[in-house]
């Protein structure tokens, strides 16, 4: 039993688990544009999404602890060594135009955990868009956006139409409403300076947020030029499924509530679209 709870924790720690996800709403893109598998992007964004995430989680504990970094840490070190050279192999492999694109959100990714702004528009001493009040959230929403609609279609010399945008835009609001169980979990934590969701309007009135964005998130459906049955029926599910996590949410919630039940909806999402498409 140990030691299924030391490889779980692992696997979320490490963050393979937020990689798959990330990998699934790749695959959904994909799927719902009608597009074949494309190994190349989809194992891309999963190992980018490793080596980035660890990085951003990592880096100051790295830099500071270097020789007294736990066994724990070190592993995860090695794997995420790992894993950026395969992310490398798999952009060798994608197309010009992709890359460029890959470039400007490694770019975010990159100062939203290097320290490089200016002190006086800090919330603390960390020095980088991770800490401007406010942003974190919708930095993360940008990031994930733009990797899992947009460069998965580009790559495929899919035409960046009005249903693409849409899906761009739901997207964006469904992982901002993903993180909301994650904010009013960490509100004990964060720096009141974060200005993080919650800690700005509350927990009931986040919740109500979430509520309004899920059903923006539905709707939009309604404005596609083309419009799936099946497709419309799982989003309105998987609105409902993430409704009713961010509902359950509060500051005390068990520790993996959102590190892995809200985290893996994007997998089940997947996972209950190739069922029934």
């Known amino acids: 039993m140990g ?22 709403l790749t695959w959904i893109t994909l799927t719902v544009f009608q597009i074949n598998y494309d190994e190349n992007i989809l194992y891309f964004n999963f190992f980018a999404t490793i080596t980035g995430y660890n990085f951003v989680k990592f880096f100051g ?13 070190k592993v995860i070190q090695v794997f995420s060594l790992i894993c950026f050279v395969a992310l490398c192999y798999y952009a060798l492999r994608l197309e010009t135009k992709t890359l460029l694109w890959i470039g400007g959100f490694a770019a975010v990714t990159f100062l939203y955990a290097i320290p490089f702004l200016p002190r006086h528009i800090f919330v603390d001493q960390q020095q980088n868009l991770r800490s401007v009040s406010g942003l974190k959230i919708y930095v993360i929403a940008l990031v994930w956006s733009g990797v899992t609609v947009f460069l998965p279609l580009m790559n495929n010399d899919f035409t960046i139409n009005f249903d693409v945008v849409i ?9 901002i409403v993903l993180m909301l169980p994650f904010e009013i979990r960490d509100m004990r934590y964060d720096s009141i300076k974060l200005a993080t969701i919650p800690q700005k309007i509350g ?9 309004i ?5 539905f709707l939009m459906e309604y404005l596609k030029d083309e419009l799936n049955f099946e497709s419309t029926i799982i989003l309105f599910v998987i609105s409902l499924l993430t409704f009713l996590f961010v509902f359950f949410s509060k500051e005390n919630q068990g520790k993996y509530y959102s590190a892995f039940w809200v985290e893996g909806i994007p997998i089940f999402w ?4 190739k069922l029934f498409s």
Not at 213 to 217: I, P, T
């Open 3 to 24: 030691l299924f709870k030391n490889v779980f924790d692992f696997y979320l720690n490490s963050s393979i688990h937020v990689a798959l996800s990330v990998y699934a």
């Open 61 to 73: 504990l790295a830099k500071f602890h270097h020789r007294s970094l736990a066994n724990w840490l």
């Open 167 to 175: 899906t761009a835009v739901q997207r964006f609001l469904f992982v």
């Open 203 to 211: 927990i009931k009135k986040t919740k109500i947020m979430g509520a």
């Open 213 to 217: 964005f899920l059903l923006a998130f």
């Open 270 to 273: 997947l996972i209950i679209l």
